[in-house]
């Protein structure tokens, strides 16, 4: 009589009141198709079974607190997946597969039965998602949405039927229907290059679904919960020679005791967990890792009932069956009836012949993967700290000391700041960690333009002005200054690097420094101090926050992609910062030579070329007869330019020194000239000629 769930019926016949339980013989105003059913309130609990009593909330305060009918209470966020895909599939048009049937037109009006886009699922929580539930410090009814309602947090998780159909897609196989596989994570990460099969094989254990081959394609599908069949003992077919059923129990000593799981807990805002079940037995384990996003509470459930399962697939069986009899499928569930007991067996290999030979192993007969009861995995106090994405800067600056010159400094900031960052590389398509970045580094942006100056003094006119993501310079007295205190890059990767230091350091505004009393051009720098650096070019703090890049010498020139976040992330966390740099090795160029000299021999005409070489690593060194050569072999270019800066002449030296021979002089300038625009680069075998000095000398006489 009252059938609430007969839409069709309700929505398309009279209506009849009944008073007093009596049918009254006259109808009620309502003309069948009226008017449009309208769903104000549709959902199912996140619970086993949750379908069977979709209104029946968790909550053990509600009057509608409940578990539903035949339900064990345990989380199973796809039972409210497909409840949902089945009741909005159902009227929805525009569903693949629609049947006009389900969600007829009115003859009145022509508007459908069940007005699907007016349908709304319950619940979507104002609360953000992860805060609630995790946060149990603030909200006490977060253990409820473990089996609950709500859609945050779940709907944008991953089905395993999806995942499984996506990648065979992704590797040209179309003929593959994995609809019959229940089991939902929130993520799937791939690492790199992957075949199809290395990808899903670790996940059809534990999360109980097979893949077989059938006459339209590939199947996937849930181990099934019941015996497909029942073999008797008279069902055998015997063979001479052998016993009609062959059981194998392997000893417990060759079964792990243990087993484990390793994942991303979404429950711990997605940080390397592991979980793990352990019976009684020998100090045995077998340690897996899953490329999965899961809860915590989920993935317990999943290795208990793998522990489960591995003990019962101790035992092994063998039989055949006559050709004439229906022969299960590897993959399917059978039971096999013996005198003494009944076996639920997962069949994993028939061998056809006179008879059907069938390999099978004993399963867990448990029909429900039970999660693990509800317990936050958040930070102290039950929260979950957000993490802004850091700043990283690569810097490719001449070398601050000899080792692994060509290899680039990385430095990262981040507020607030979550503990180590882990600079990845990517090669071969996937990412591998390098380097640890265990302090965060000074860093932010020019606030004014830095016009060019003066190298190498002592400038107090200039300032320059810095906004800092995080850090606080700090002013410096001329004895720790000139020792190399307060140093710091500005410029870019793009445009070069000018290295700088600072006297004073003052605070103007929030996070906001104007630093005065500047030593420009330093660390062989000075050609981009020669120029001016426009505001927002990027400032770092060289200091001991900033660590090598760790390239080959064959990398330089080569881009180079890199993802840095904290240590407990994964590189596909919206915590990580990826980036393109491409290093030029700026640490193996030589530094520009100095103190260019050119005096002409009276007697000759011919002019003698000189300079100072620097080096690029232990030239602090006051009381050495020189500083180290730093490359391979001692090597210059000399350069000469006439008036409108058209190169004349070039050729190489072996030494600080080089003669312009009389002759060559009046067949590049018609007569010996008294001034000379003069360039010199020192030669390194690594990267070529390097940073060039050049001046326009007055030629004097000996």
Known sequence: M??????????????????????????????????????????????????????????????????????RGTRDDGMQRRYLEAFLGRFDPAEPGFDEAANPRSPRDGRRMVDVGR????????????????????????????????????????????????????????????????????????????????????????????????????????????????????????????????????????????????FADTEADGRPSRVAARRDGPPRVDDRDLPVFAAASVMQGRVDALLKDRDAGRETVAFALPPTMLAPEPGDVVDLVLPERRVPLLVGRIEDGPVLRVEARAVD???????????????????????????????????????????????????????????????????EAVVTLDRPAVIGSLATALPAGRVWQVDDVSTVEVELVRGAPSSVDDEA??????????????????????????????????????????????????????????????????????????????????????????????????????????GLVPLAPVHLSARRDPATGDVALAWIRRTRSGGDAFDAADVPLAEAAEAYEVTIRGGTGAVLRTWRTTTAAATYAAAAQVADFGAAPTSLDVGVRQISDAMGAGSETREVLHVGYD
């Open 2 to 71: 009252f059938r609430y769930k007969d839409l069709v019926s309700w929505w398309g016949e009279l209506h009849f009141d009944r008073i007093g339980g009596v049918e009254l013989a006259e109808p009620t105003a309502w003309l069948p198709g009226l008017k449009p059913i309208r769903f104000t309130e549709i959902g199912c609990p996140a619970a086993d079974y949750g379908a069977n009593q979709p209104n029946v909330f968790p909550d053990k305060v509600s009057s509608e607190g409940a578990v539903p009918y035949f339900s």
């Open 481 to 586: 200054l000139l020792a190399g205190a307060n140093l710091a890059a500005i410029g870019s990767m793009a445009d070069g690097w000018e290295v700088v230091q600072f006297g004073r350091a003052e605070l103007v505004a929030t996070r906001r420094y104007r630093l005065s009393r500047l030593l420009r051009g330093q660390g062989g720098t000075e050609a981009r101090a020669a120029v001016a650096t426009a505001a927002g070019a990027d400032f770092v703090l060289l200091d001991t926050a900033l660590r090598r890049l760790p390239i080959a010498l064959d990398d330089v020139g080569r881009a180079t992609t890199l993802r840095v976040g904290p240590a407990d992330r994964t590189v596909a966390d919206r915590a990580v910062t990826e980036l393109t740099v491409t290093p030029g090795g700026a």
């Open 119 to 262: 349908a709304t699922v319950w619940t979507w929580d104002a609360r953000p998602y992860p805060w609630f539930p995790l946060a149990g410090d603030v909200w006490v009814d977060g253990a409820n949405w473990q089996t609950g309602h709500w859609l945050n947090g779940r709907l944008g998780a991953a089905p395993l039927d999806a995942v499984i159909e996506d990648l065979a897609a992704s590797a040209g196989v179309t003929a593959i229907d994995a609809g019959g596989v229940s089991a939902v994570v929130d993520g799937l990460a791939v690492a790199g290059r992957s075949s199809v099969r290395d990808v899903l094989e670790p996940l059809a254990e534990p999360f109980r679904f097979v893949l077989r081959e059938t006459s339209d394609g590939l199947a996937a599908a849930d181990r099934p919960r019941r015996a497909r069949m029942t073999i008797a003992r008279d069902d055998l077919a015997e063979e001479e020679g052998r016993a009609v059923v062959e059981i194998r129990r392997a000893q417990a000593e060759d079964v792990p005791a243990e087993v484990s799981i390793g």
């Open 365 to 431: 007969p448990a029909e429900v993967v039970r999660a693990a009861p509800f317990g936050p995995r958040a930070m102290s106090g039950g929260r979950v700290t957000p993490t802004a994405a850091p700043v990283v800067v690569v810097l490719d600056l001449p070398t601050r000391d000899g080792v692994d010159a060509h290899q680039p400094w990385v430095a990262a900031a981040a507020v607030p700041w979550p503990g180590p960052m882990v600079v990845h590389r990517r090669r071969s398509g996937s990412f």
